[in-house]
């Protein structure tokens, strides 16, 4: 079993910056892809950033240019800087973990963390 903790979140001013940290332990194995969701109220859950094992990054086109991921493979941590942050970017964020682990693939998902845009 994957633990994943999540911390960074808060309340921001439009136009400000948060840094987003998942640290993942447990049964680890092999880790494939390490990413970050998010779940506005009343909307579904969409993708906002993902870095596979060889390093490569995808991100959601809202949040180009203003997001970036990147992973401690040492310490099996994702983080997520994000600036210039906007009121559309308030959601809760959850850390996501693929994975294999003798054979056996996984995905792991944290609690989540709010992030509140907000004058």
């Known amino acids: 079993q994957v633990q994943l903790v999540e911390s960074g979140g808060g309340l921001v001013q439009p136009g400000g910056s948060l840094r987003l940290s998942c640290a993942a332990s447990?049964?680890?194995?092999?880790?494939?892809?390490m990413g970050w969701y998010r779940q506005a109220p009343g909307k579904q859950r969409e993708l906002v950033a993902a870095?596979?094992?060889?390093?490569?990054?995808n991100y959601a086109d809202s949040v180009k240019g203003r997001f970036t991921i990147s992973r401690d493979n040492a310490k099996n941590t994702v983080y997520l800087q994000m600036n210039s942050l906007k009121p559309e970017d308030t959601a809760v964020y959850c850390c996501?973990?693929?994975?294999?682990?003798?054979?056996?693939?996984?995905?792991?998902w944290g609690p989540g963390t709010q992030v509140t845009v907000s004058s």
């Open positions: 870095i596979i094992s060889g390093g490569s990054t």
């Open positions: 996501n973990v693929n994975g294999n682990y003798y054979g056996l693939g996984y995905a792991s």
């Open positions: 447990g049964s680890i194995g092999s880790i494939k892809s």
